[in-house]
C-alpha cells in the first residue's frame, strides 16, 4: 500500500532526522528509510488553512493510498497523559461556528447549520498494530489557548476528554474527500493549560517516532 506520512512541522521527526532516518530533501517533504521500507512524508505547514491549502497537492503529486498524520498535541484532560501516544479515531472541528445569543452552531460541508460539529473517521484501527496506544476523540482548534476548558469561551468547553491539535480534522477531510484511507498517530506533549515553556516537545516527539517506525512495519 502507497503511504504518505502526513505532519505538520519538521519538528515532529526530529528524533529520526537526528538519527539518520529521516532524510529531509526539502522544508516540506523528504523520506523516511527504515529497514528495506523508503516512505515520502510531506509539511504541511502549521493550522487548519495551511493543511486544506497545501495536501491537496501533495495528495497529486505522491498518490498515496493511505495517509499517516503523525505529530505532537496537546491534552484537554489528566486522563490522558503527557508524553503517551493515542491513536485518533475520530476528529472534528472545535470552533469553526456561528455563536449566536450565546448558542453555538457548527458548519457541515455542506453551509447548513447543524446541532454538532461534523465528525471525520479514521479508516484503520492502530491499536491493533500497537497494543499500548488506545483510541480517542481528537478535536481540531483554529485558535490555541493555555487555558483550562472551563476558562475559554463556552464553544471550547463542548469537547472534553481529548486531544487538541490544530490540523488533524482537516487531514481526515481531505483523505475523505479523495478517497484516501487515512489514521493518526498523535503522542501529547503537553496540557492544554500549560505555560509553553513547561513543555518537552523533543520528548513527546521522540516517544512519537518510535512508535510510527512500528506502525509503518506493521502496516
Not at 538519527?19 to 527504515?34: M, S, T, V, Y
Request: charged share 20%.
Amino acid at each position: 500500500m502507497n503511504k504518505l506520512i502526513v505532519v505538520a512541522t519538521s519538528h515532529e521527526l526530529d528524533w529520526l532526522i537526528k538519527n539518520a532516518k529521516c532524510n529531509l530533501i526539502e522544508p516540506n517533504r523528504g523520506f523516511i528509510q527504515h529497514n528495506a521500507l523508503k516512505i515520502p512524508f510531506v509539511v504541511t505547514g502549521m493550522g487548519i488553512s495551511n493543511t486544506l491549502l497545501n495536501l491537496p497537492l501533495f495528495i497529486k503529486e505522491y498518490q498515496p493510498e493511505l495517509i499517516i498524520n503523525s505529530g505532537i498535541c496537546g491534552s484537554t484532560t489528566k486522563k490522558l497523559e503527557v508524553y503517551k501516544s493515542y491513536s485518533v479515531e475520530s476528529d472534528c472541528y472545535a470552533d469553526i461556528a456561528i455563536v449566536r445569543e450565546n448558542q453555538t452552531i457548527f458548519l457541515h460541508n455542506d453551509k447548513t447549520a447543524a446541532s454538532q460539529a461534523q465528525a471525520f473517521f479514521s479508516d484503520i484501527d492502530i491499536s491493533k498494530y500497537l497494543n499500548e496506544v488506545i483510541g480517542i476523540k481528537g478535536v481540531t482548534v483554529s485558535t490555541f489557548y493555555n487555558l483550562p476548558l472551563h476558562e475559554r469561551p463556552k464553544i471550547y468547553q463542548i469537547n472534553n476528554d481529548c486531544i487538541e491539535t490544530m490540523e488533524g480534522a482537516a487531514i481526515f477531510q481531505i483523505a475523505n474527500m479523495f478517497q484516501i484511507k487515512a489514521c493518526a498517530l498523535r503522542t501529547v506533549s503537553n496540557f492544554v493549560w500549560q505555560k509553553q515553556s513547561e513543555w518537552d516537545t523533543a520528548k513527546a516527539v521522540e516517544n512519537n517516532n518510535k512508535l510510527l517506525l512500528r506502525l509503518i512495519d506493521a502496516l
